[in-house]
Each structure stands twice: as C-alpha cells, then as structure tokens.
C-alpha cells in the first residue's frame, strides 16, 4: 500500500530520514522500532502527508503523494498520535464525530459506528457521553484508536499508542490491538521503543538508527539473526532492562 523511494528528509543540519526505501504491503502489520531519534515518527507523518521529503518520493497505491492531495490522503488513513490527541472541551462520542460530520454522514450513522466500536474495542458506551478528563488513561486510549476507525480506512497509523501508560493496562491494551488487527486486516504501521511490544503485536519489524532501516525482518531475526553490531547491542540493551524489571524485589 506505502512504498518510500529514497527519501531523505532534514531538519536544519540533522537528517531523520537519510535516503530511506522500504515499502509496506496491503494488509500487514509492521512495527518501527528504535530509540529517540532514530526516523520512527518522520516516517509515519510522511506516510500520512503531515511532513514532506526533501528529496524522494512516496506512494500510496502505486501512486506518488502530491502536496495538493495531503488533504485528501490525511482523511482516507486512520492516525492515532501519542497520548491518543482526543479533544479535551468535547466527549467522547463528539470526538469520535469529528471527520465523519465533516463527510456528511447523518447524525443516526454516526451514533451505530460509534456504539459499534465500542463494542469492538470493548468499552462501555456511557464512554461516548463523557469527556476525556473523565475516562482513563486506557479508556482514552481506546476510544483514540476508535476515532481513527470511525470512516473504516484501510490503513491505520499509530505512534506509540500505547507509551504512557501503566504496565497493567498496556498490557491489556497491547492485547486488545492485537486481536483487533487480526480481526480488521488492515494495513497497520505503528512506532513503539519496546521490543517485546513490537514483536508481540506485529509480524514485521524495522528497527531504525540514524534515519536508515538498520534490520527489516520477522521478530526473530533481531534475536536470531542480528544484521550487525548495533542490532545486537540495541537488543541486548532491551533484554538487559526487561531482565533488570523481573529481577526486582
């Protein structure tokens, strides 16, 4: 569906991306992975027309992204910032009504996708009368991912969804995506610092370093088949912390 041809992309004298390819096909799941830095999240605003290469192009369906068509392209994709960006004067239901009141569905239309989701992503529905100081961080969470599925858009962009919060409710949460890719089939590209979060929700993994692709492969492949010396290092930095964590008192 996304396919990135050598771009580069700079800001002042720092390259985050640096003459980067890499497609990502229809229907499937890939985790960017990587420290601060490393390209994660100019990538994904890339993909979705929020940033612009420098140099190179992308595509999207075999066809290259124009700047008049950012608009456009912004709406057909479902894009879930950090801490979920819902909208703290409106509830939740109004949150989730934004982009499809701007489409011109019908207030009854909206209503059944919204009780829709909430089933799907397994919240109650009193969510949508609510505003988000009143719902938790996992709540608000949820219902971020639900605003991206409102118009049902055949990729979904997420950019560490799931970063802030407590190790209970990520895990639950990390679950609940999992079981919603798998059920929705659509081409999901997400950003996360964690290793096991990424080999746990996606059957494909990028691990970023300095604007470039540093491995491209199944979860595996970053512990069973290092492609260099950072790989390692950026692997065995994680098992270190995970190890440190269930070593604790």
């Avoid at 390819?21 to 985790?31: I, K, L, P, Q, R």
């Avoid at 949820?142 to 802030?164: F, I, K, N, Q």
């Avoid at 798998?182 to 691990?207: I, P």
């Amino acid at each position: 569906m996304f396919s990135v041809q050598q771009v580069t992309k700079r800001y002042g004298s720092f390259a985050a991306l640096d003459a980067l390819s890499v497609e990502f096909a229809t229907g499937t799941v890939t985790a960017l992975l990587g420290s601060s830095g490393a390209g994660k999240s100019t990538l994904l605003r890339l993909l979705l027309g929020l940033e612009w290469p420098d140099e190179g192009q992308v595509l999207i369906d075999g066809r290259a992204l124009t700047y008049a068509q950012r608009l456009v392209v912004r709406r057909g994709i479902g894009y879930v910032i950090q801490e979920g960006g819902l909208f703290p004067h409106l509830t939740g239901g109004a949150n989730l009504a934004l982009l499809p009141r701007h489409l011109g569905w019908p207030k009854r239309r909206i209503e059944s996708r919204s009780r829709e989701l909430a089933e799907l992503m397994q919240l109650p529905v009193d969510v949508l009368t609510r505003y988000p100081r009143e719902l938790s961080g996992g709540q608000r969470q949820r219902l971020a991912v639900m605003r991206a599925l409102m118009t049902d858009p055949p990729a979904l962009l997420l950019d560490e969804p799931l970063g802030a919060l407590d190790p209970l409710v990520r895990f639950e949460l990390q679950q609940a995506l999992r079981e919603l890719f798998r059920t929705l089939h659509k081409t999901v590209v997400l950003v996360t610092h964690d290793l096991t979060e990424a080999c746990f929700l996606a059957s494909r993994v990028l691990l970023m370093h300095g604007g470039r692709i540093r491995q491209d492969g199944g979860p595996g492949d970053l512990y069973e088949r290092p492609a260099d010396e950072f790989v390692r290092r950026f692997v065995a930095a994680q098992r270190g912390v995970v190890g440190e964590r269930s070593e604790a008192p």
